[in-house]
Each structure stands twice: as C-alpha cells, then as structure tokens.
C-alpha cells in the first residue's frame, strides 16, 4: 500500500483529503503544517507528498526545497495544492522540482488523476533503475574480473618464466618477455586510472566541483589522438586537424575526453580505415569530433551507453571496462556539455562533443597540427 503524506494547514480541507486518500486504498499521513510536514517526511518516507503552499513556519515551496536537499528524500514525488492560481507562484514550484500542482477547488477525479499518475511514473523509474543496477552489477561481476586477470596472468606468467628459466634464455627472449610484462602492466594500470577517473568526475560533480584552468584545445587535440594511434599501432590511419581554441576546463577532463573517443575509434575499427579527430571553433562553442569506419552502434546501444556496459562482449574479443563514453557523459554533464553519438551497424561511429560558448576564453586562427602527428593529405 502507497502512502501518502498531505501538508495543509486548513483543519477541514486536511480531513477531507486524508478521508479521501483512505477512500482510495491509500494510507494517509497528515500534517498542519510545513514544518510538521517535513519532520514527518524523514521519520516516514512518504511514496508521494501532497503539499499546500502559503502555510506557517515552513511555506511549501521552503518544504519542497528541503525534500529535494535531503538524499533519502529527494526522488519522492511531490504535488502542490495551492488556492493561488498565480503563474509566477506555479512556475517557481514547478522550477524547483514539483512533478504537479493542483489548484483549489479540485474535484476527486482531478486530485486521483495527479496521484496515481505520478505514483506510476515514479514506478517506472524505479523499475528501470532495478533494472539497471542488475545489469549493472552483472556487467561489473564479468568485465572487471576479466580485465585484472588478464594483464595479471601475463604479468604473472612471464616474470615467473624468466625467473625460472633465466639461465636457459637468451637476451633477446627475456627483453621480449619484459616487453610483454610491461604492456601487460600498462593495461592494468590503464584500467585503474579509467576507475578513479570515473568516480572522481561523478564524485566532484555531484558536490559542485570541478575547478576549471585555462588551456589550448587545438594544441591538445593532436597530442593526445597521436598518442592513441601510437598505442594502437596506427599511425598511419590518424587524420587530424584542430582549431586553436583557449578554453576554460580542467586539462585532465579535456584530455581525457580525446583519449576517450580515439581510443574507442582505434579499437572498434580495422587497421588500414581512417580515424578522424578534430576540434572546431563554432558560433555555439568548441566541438570534438571523432569518425571512424568500424563496427558500429545500434540506435538502443546508444540509448543504453553506461558505465561497465559493453556491447557484443560474446562476439567481438575487447580490452577495456567500457568506460569510456560512460566517463565522457560524466564530464560533459560536470561542463554544461552534450555528447552526441551517430552510428549504424557496420558503417562506423562519429561522436561529437560540443563544449558551451561559456567555457571559451578566446578566439583564434585555427592551427596546423605538426607533420609528426601521422596525419594523411
């Protein structure tokens, strides 16, 4: 059974209501006013809360406030009764997270209708939420294992190998075999840098953080895609170009958001397709852009980007704890941001990261990216 916490102050109005919600199959929770309606909010945790807005000692839009501040408290959903039918009073409520408002007189019919509407949304989100921690508890159960033994067991292997046989091998075998330890290392310490990466945007964001520096995009952009075509053996295929752009963001989240969708480019296509990366300066801001020619993404694999979700893990073999774009959603979230993924099976991805005029500092010529970085044409 729902239950329903009402804050109205008027004695006859409140009994009615209370009458009402019993009526209805739900427990009814009152309170004569803001501040009562509140107390009784956290020792309760009212399923909804209908709420009057001119009331004493805490007035509605002061209780819905405190509801949404309060982490236990914040998704209820919460509708306003108000005898003013004021739209600048309305708009304020609704600003601040009200899901509804219903204006006095109401009849019954209109008053269930707000009721168990919200009542439904809010299982829907729920169950998707249910649904997404299960899945997300499965993808890190299979990824995250999968992606420390790897490295490990190379680590592993390798090092007791030249332990145990480094008088039977020759120079050349144990520096192959040290190459091997430390690529194997780099992975694993690729993986753990991914995670406190992502929890530490999604940490800052969640308190406000997120200090910004001023930097140069276009200088930034050739560096680090190079980087990734380095390590992925593909120099050759990098075409990139980037205008000279100061913007204000923290460094590590700019270059982490190149790294990103590169390494995703390098990883998901062949060796021998071009991989496009560039920056361009536009009215609306600075945007990332990065193509390639590889598998592709279905337009529900898009809607479903998350943190440790990759997709077809069963058919195509993939290093990485799918990360990524996850991580990338974070930042562009923590920046005032959008990233915009187009893709279609088997014709490549493009995603493009618009970052807001307001995070630009300066204009400038756009820049040519020096002849080392494996450009083509």
Same mark, same amino acid.
């Given at each position: 059974?729902?239950?329903?916490?009402?804050?109205?102050?008027?004695?006859?109005?409140?009994? %009615?209501?209370?009458?009402?919600?019993?009526?209805?199959?739900?427990?009814? $929770?009152?309170?004569?006013?803001?501040?009562?309606?509140?107390?009784?909010?956290?020792?309760?945790?009212?399923?909804?809360?209908?709420?009057?807005v001119?009331?004493?000692?805490?007035?509605?839009?002061?209780?819905?406030?405190?509801?949404?501040?309060?982490?236990? #408290?914040?998704?209820?959903?919460?509708?306003?009764?108000?005898?003013?039918?004021?739209?600048?009073?309305?708009?304020?409520?609704?600003?601040?997270?009200?899901?509804?408002? #219903?204006?006095?007189?109401?009849?019954?019919? +209109?008053?269930?209708?707000?009721?168990?509407?919200?009542?439904?949304?809010?299982?829907?989100i +729920?169950?998707?939420q249910?649904?997404?921690?299960? +899945?997300?508890?499965r @993808?890190?159960?299979?990824?995250?294992?999968?992606e420390?033994?790897?490295?490990?067991?190379? $680590?592993?292997?390798?090092?007791?190998?030249?332990?145990?046989e480094?008088?039977?091998? @020759?120079?050349?075998? $144990?520096?192959?075999?040290?190459?091997?330890?430390?690529?194997?290392?780099?992975?694993?310490?690729?993986?753990?840098e991914?995670?406190?990466?992502?929890?530490q945007?999604?940490?800052?964001?969640?308190?406000?953080?997120?200090? %910004?520096?001023t930097?140069?995009?276009?200088?930034?952009?050739?560096?680090?895609?190079?980087?990734?075509?380095?390590?992925?053996a593909?120099?050759?295929?990098?075409?990139?170009?980037?205008?000279?752009?100061? $913007?204000?963001?923290?460094?590590?989240?700019?270059?982490?958001?190149?790294?990103?969708?590169?390494?995703?480019?390098?990883?998901?296509?062949?060796?021998?397709?071009?991989?496009?990366?560039?920056?361009?300066?536009? +009215?609306?801001? &600075?945007?990332?852009t990065?193509?390639?020619?590889?598998?592709?993404?279905?337009?529900?694999?898009?809607?479903?980007?998350?943190? &440790?979700?990759?997709?077809?893990?069963d &058919?195509?073999?993939?290093?990485?704890?799918?990360?990524?774009?996850?991580?990338?959603q974070?930042?562009?979230?923590?920046?005032?941001?959008?990233?915009?993924?187009?893709?279609?099976?088997?014709?490549?991805?493009s995603?493009?990261?618009?970052?807001p005029?307001?995070?630009?500092?300066? @204009?400038?010529?756009p820049?040519?990216?020096?002849?080392?970085?494996? %450009?083509?044409?």
């Amino acid at each position: 059974m729902h239950t329903i916490l009402i804050i109205e102050d008027d004695p006859s109005i409140r009994t %009615n209501l209370v009458d009402l919600v019993d009526v209805h199959g739900y427990a009814a $929770i009152a309170a004569g006013d803001g501040m009562d309606g509140l107390e009784k909010a956290r020792h309760h945790h009212p399923d909804l809360i209908l709420c009057d807005v001119m009331m004493p000692r805490l007035d509605g839009l002061q209780v819905l406030d405190a509801v949404r501040a309060d982490e236990a #408290l914040a998704g209820t959903p919460f509708i306003f009764l108000t005898a003013k039918a004021d739209a600048q009073d309305l708009r304020e409520g609704m600003s601040q997270g009200a899901d509804d408002y #219903l204006t006095k007189p109401f009849q019954a019919a +209109e008053l269930f209708a707000a009721i168990d509407g919200r009542l439904e949304r809010f299982n829907q989100i +729920e169950e998707k939420q249910k649904r997404r921690m299960a +899945e997300l508890h499965r @993808s890190v159960s299979q990824i995250i294992p999968h992606e420390l033994r790897t490295p490990l067991v190379t $680590i592993e292997g390798f090092t007791s190998l030249v332990l145990d046989e480094q008088e039977t091998l @020759s120079g050349d075998q $144990i520096e192959d075999m040290l190459e091997e330890v430390l690529s194997a290392t780099e992975r694993l310490k690729r993986l753990v840098e991914r995670n406190a990466s992502f929890a530490q945007v999604t940490t800052e964001v969640a308190k406000g953080g997120l200090p %910004n520096q001023t930097i140069e995009a276009g200088a930034l952009i050739p560096a680090e895609a190079q980087e990734r075509a380095v390590e992925h053996a593909r120099t050759d295929d990098l075409v990139v170009s980037a205008h000279a752009s100061t $913007i204000q963001m923290r460094e590590s989240l700019f270059s982490c958001l190149v790294n990103e969708v590169a390494d995703n480019a390098f990883k998901f296509s062949e060796p021998g397709t071009p991989v496009h990366v560039s920056g361009t300066r536009t +009215e609306d801001g &600075y945007t990332l852009t990065v193509t390639d020619e590889g598998y592709g993404m279905s337009p529900r694999q898009i809607q479903e980007i998350d943190a &440790y979700r990759q997709f077809d893990r069963d &058919y195509n073999e993939q290093q990485g704890a799918g990360l990524g774009l996850a991580l990338c959603q974070e930042i562009c979230a923590a920046v005032g941001g959008t990233l915009d993924v187009q893709s279609s099976r088997g014709r490549g991805t493009s995603v493009h990261i618009a970052i807001p005029v307001t995070a630009l500092v300066s @204009s400038a010529q756009p820049a040519t990216p020096p002849a080392a970085n494996g %450009n083509r044409g």
